[in-house]
């Protein structure tokens, strides 16, 4: 543990607590995303993708061009994720077109997540 850093971990492990209460209340789910949570906050300090300063110890993280260019590749990815999604359900089932919503969000999210993985890991 760098030192620097005590004060974002404490904050990220309070924030990734308390957002897993809200979502699955005080379960063993709860802990579970607890813990996935605050490995990718660390992951995302720790991996080198990212410029830190710690100087400023609640958001250390800083974006330089290649985080920034990264970051808007994994936002095109989501949304023509989630458009395509919603574009083939309301071809294959119009009925369900509304239903396709719920479905294309997270579909959108991991899209982000995974090609802002891929890309930043990628350089």
Known sequence: MKKPFVVYYVSRALLSAGFSILVFGLTWKALVLAAVLF?????YLHSGWF????????????????????QRRALIAAIV??????????IVAPAASVAAAPLAIPLALLAYFASQFYFLART
């Open 39 to 43: 490995t990718l906050f660390l992951l």
């Open 51 to 70: 410029v830190t300063d710690p100087s400023n110890p609640l958001f250390p993280i800083r974006r330089d061009g290649r985080a920034r260019e990264a």
């Open 81 to 90: 994720t989630a458009a395509s999604v919603l574009l083939v359900v309301s």
